[in-house]
Antibody, heavy 124, light 107 residues
Framework: EVQLVESGGGLVKPGRSLRLSCTAS????????MSWLRQAPGKGLEWIGV??????????EYAASLKGRFTISRDDSKSIAYLQMNSLKTEDTAVYYC???????????????WGQGTLVTVSS | DIQMTQSPSTLSASVGDRVTITCRASQTISKWLAWYQQKPGKAPNLLIYQASILESGVPSRFSGSGSGTEFTLTISSLQPDDFATYYCQQYNTYMYTFGQGTKLEIK
């Protein structure tokens, strides 16, 4: 069974950093692109970025509005994807989801498995 | 960025009704569209991908159609478990973008 478990969320002050982890199981991790998305309270879904799998050397793409503050990485030996978030703002408060994409395509594929999400609250 | 516009934002319906949700892309996305169902406090669940392919395990009362810029999600006969929020998502290119969601409520 494919499973994704996010961790690392919590309360953080504005301007600080936080790293989220996504531990995967049930599939060959390196063969798939992994995305991060978020959902602010009561709002819709926002894509943060993606890290492609080994076929494309783990290259990354980001939402333009977040590029430079957020960084996605992966450790295929541990089946973990990471989201490093710097210079956090109150508007970054959201549930953060990691997802497994259907395939490792250069231009993307539908996220077909989602973690349960981890809440990040940015507040002083 | 490709903008996705869903309609309606809210839909009131009864068990057994046939309902349709529409999603429009600001530019052509071919068939690269997915539909998700989300229930309160839960992660979204993939229903349909490539505009019309039913994800494994999803009931056949769900169907999708369209290509280019106009897409629809149809539920042929609403069941109590179907009352939720539905999102369309384009994955023609990174970055992925979502519709604003359609909340399906019990009439």
């Amino acid at each position: 069974e494919v499973q994704l478990v996010e961790s690392g969320g919590g309360l953080v002050k504005p301007g600080r950093s936080l790293r989220l982890s996504c531990t995967a199981s049930g599939f060959t991790f390196g063969d798939y692109a992994m995305s991060w998305l978020r959902q602010a309270p009561g709002k819709g879904l926002e894509w943060i970025g993606v890290i492609r799998g080994k076929a494309y050397g783990g290259t990354t793409e980001y939402a333009a509005s977040l590029k430079g503050r957020f960084t996605i990485s992966r450790d295929d030996s541990k089946s973990i994807a990471y989201l490093q978030m710097n210079s956090l703002k109150t508007e970054d408060t959201a549930v953060y989801y990691c997802t497994k994409d259907q395939y490792d395509f250069w231009s993307g594929s539908a996220p077909d498995c989602w973690g349960q999400g981890t809440l990040v609250t940015v507040s002083s | 960025d490709i903008q996705m516009t869903q309609s309606p934002s809210t839909l009131s319906a009864s068990v057994g009704d046939r309902v349709t949700i529409t999603c429009r892309a600001s530019q052509t996305i071919s068939k690269w569209l997915a539909w998700y169902q989300q229930k309160p406090g839960k992660a979204p669940n993939l229903l349909i991908y490539q505009a019309s392919i039913l994800e494994s395990g999803v009931p056949s009362r769900f169907s999708g159609s369209g290509s280019g810029t106009e897409f629809t999600l149809t539920i042929s006969s609403l069941q109590p478990d179907d009352f939720a929020t539905y999102y369309c998502q384009q994955y023609n290119t990174y970055m992925y973008t979502f519709g604003q969601g359609t909340k399906l409520e019990i009439k």
